[in-house]
C-alpha cells in the first residue's frame, strides 16, 4: 500500500537559514506529490504539487521542490526561513487512477528562531 | 475563481449532543468533497468522501455520519457525540479539469469541535 513518511515531526531552523523538510513515499508508480502547509487553526493551503512535468516544482511564499524518483523523495526547501514560515508543513501522495485517495505524512512543525 | 466554506468556525458541545457541520464549495460544479479529522497532535484522517449528490463513502466506521443533499453542500452529523469526537474537523474539494489531472484537494478553514 501506498505510504507517505515525513523525517522529523518538528524542525527548528534559524531566520534567514536553509529550510529542508523531508518527505519519502512508497508506491511502485511515482504519484502525484503535494506539500501543504497549515497555520495554526486554520485550514490546509496547498504550497505546491508534482505533476511529472518537471522535476523542480517551485510553489508559493518562495518553497520549492524536487522530485527525486531513485530516492522516492519529494524534499520541501526554502533558502531563506522568515519567522512567518512557522508552521505544520505536510507531504502528500495520490496515485494516477482515477478515485486514488490522498495519503497525507504525519507532518512537520516548523519552528523559526529570530 | 472557488471558494469553500466551513461553519461554525467553532463549537462547544456537551457529550451525547447531536451534531451538524456544514460544508459548501463555490464556483464549481460536481466536486468531489472530503471530512477530515484532525486529532490534537495527529495528522489528518480522512472520515467520508462524495463523489455525487447523494454518494457517500465512509472510510471509518464510528458515530458520525455524513451527507450531500446538494452538490456543493457536504454536511456532517452524529446523533450523539463522544469525548472521542473532539478535533479539528476539514472539509475539501477536488475536480478534474481539462488542465489539471491531479484531482488537487483544496481545503476550508475548519471547525473546531470540542466535546466536553
Known amino acids: 500500500a501506498q505510504s507517505v513518511t515525513q523525517l522529523g515531526s518538528h524542525v527548528s531552523v534559524s531566520e534567514g537559514a536553509l529550510v529542508l523538510l523531508r518527505c519519502n513515499y512508497s508506491?511502485?508508480?511515482?504519484?502525484?506529490l503535494f506539500w501543504y502547509v497549515q497555520y495554526p487553526n486554520q485550514g490546509l493551503q496547498l504550497l505546491l504539487k508534482?505533476?511529472?512535468?518537471?522535476?523542480l516544482v517551485k510553489g508559493i511564499n518562495g518553497f520549492e521542490a524536487e522530485f527525486k524518483k531513485s530516492e522516492t523523495s519529494f524534499h520541501l526547501t526554502k533558502p531563506s526561513a522568515h519567522m512567518s514560515d512557522a508552521a505544520e508543513y505536510f507531504c502528500?501522495?495520490?496515485?494516477?487512477?482515477?478515485?486514488?485517495?490522498?495519503?497525507f505524512g504525519q507532518g512537520t512543525e516548523l519552528s523559526v528562531k529570530p | 475563481s472557488q471558494t469553500i466554506h466551513q461553519w461554525p468556525a467553532t463549537l462547544v458541545q456537551p457529550v451525547g449532543s447531536p451534531l451538524s457541520l456544514e460544508c459548501t464549495v463555490e464556483?464549481?460544479?460536481?466536486?468531489?468533497l472530503y471530512w477530515y479529522r484532525q486529532a490534537a497532535g495527529r495528522g489528518l484522517q480522512l472520515l467520508f468522501y462524495?463523489?455525487?449528490?447523494?454518494?457517500i463513502s465512509s472510510e471509518v466506521p464510528q458515530n458520525l455520519s455524513a451527507s450531500r443533499p446538494q452538490d456543493r453542500q457536504f454536511i456532517l452529523s452524529s446523533k450523539k457525540l463522544l469525548l472521542s469526537d473532539s478535533g479539528f474537523y476539514l472539509c475539501?474539494?477536488?475536480?478534474?479539469?481539462?488542465?489539471?489531472?491531479?484531482?488537487?484537494?483544496?481545503f476550508g478553514p475548519g471547525t473546531r469541535l470540542t466535546v466536553l
Open positions: 508534482y505533476t511529472s512535468a518537471a522535476t
Open positions: 508506491s511502485s508508480v511515482p504519484p502525484y
Open positions: 475539501a474539494w477536488s475536480g478534474r479539469t481539462s488542465g489539471d489531472q491531479t484531482d488537487t484537494q483544496y
Open positions: 462524495s463523489v455525487g449528490i447523494g454518494q
Open positions: 464556483g464549481t460544479s460536481n466536486p468531489n
Open positions: 502528500a501522495a495520490r496515485s494516477h487512477n482515477q478515485g486514488g485517495k490522498l495519503i
